[in-house]
């Protein structure tokens, strides 16, 4: 099982930046569709490995107390 570092990274959220900053109207219909597709499989990507996280976390405070 993997572990989480001892100090969790920063999120730095510089591909997240550049995303929400791009010039939209370069794209066409289609190319905008396929982005709210990407970005929303990139959504629950993200709420999977979250409450993967959580249920690590709850696992571990139910076995050893509260660790926040």
């Known amino acids: 099982m993997f572990e989480e570092p001892a100090e969790p990274r920063a999120f ?5 930046g550049e995303t929400t ?6 794209y066409g219909v289609s190319e905008l569709e396929q982005r709210i597709l990407t970005l929303q499989a990139e959504i629950e990507r993200t709420k999977a490995q979250l409450a993967k996280k959580k249920a690590g976390r709850d696992a571990a405070n ?4 509260r660790l926040d």
């Open 21 to 26: 900053h791009e010039d939209l109207e370069v």
């Open 62 to 65: 139910a076995l050893f107390g």
């Open 12 to 16: 730095s959220g510089r591909a997240l």
